[in-house]
């Protein structure tokens, strides 16, 4: 049996691992495909590269108590084989709901902490989160 495919107006979740904090991420973010072959209910199947949308593409702003003083650092997602198809319409694979996957927080500015001796960068350069798609799609499958 195939997974649910993913489409636009369905959403990828990333979750960032406490203390840190990425309000960019803290709600569902909205995804939009790029298949032009693929409908589903009239909506794009999203393709490999869909799964990370403009919105969050930039560098996010974040902080890790007690480093209050924000920082900045971009995300970089790691697909599962079972978030992928096998078969592959204008030759990139479709994204398919899958299992859970992991995502990255690249710190590019490290956010800091104040101390009376000056601030302190947070030391912690990549934060390994966990990511996974929520859709609507309940009937179309891929196999």
Known sequence: ????V???GDQIQITVPPPAVVPQLAAPVPLTG?????????SAACLQGDELPPSIQGPLMYTSPPYVTPGTGAIQ???APSNLTATTPNGKPVLL???TFQAMFNVQSPAMMPTPGGPQPDPL???TCT????????????S
Request: overall charge positive; charged content about 15%; glycine content about 8%.
């Open 1 to 4: 049996m195939g997974d649910f």
């Open 6 to 8: 993913i489409k636009t």
């Open 34 to 42: 790029s298949s032009t072959d693929v409908l589903i209910a009239g």
């Open 77 to 79: 997602i790691v697909l």
């Open 97 to 99: 709901k899958g299992q």
């Open 125 to 127: 350069m990549v934060k």
């Open 131 to 142: 990511a996974q798609f929520i859709t609507t799609n309940t009937t179309v499958t891929a």
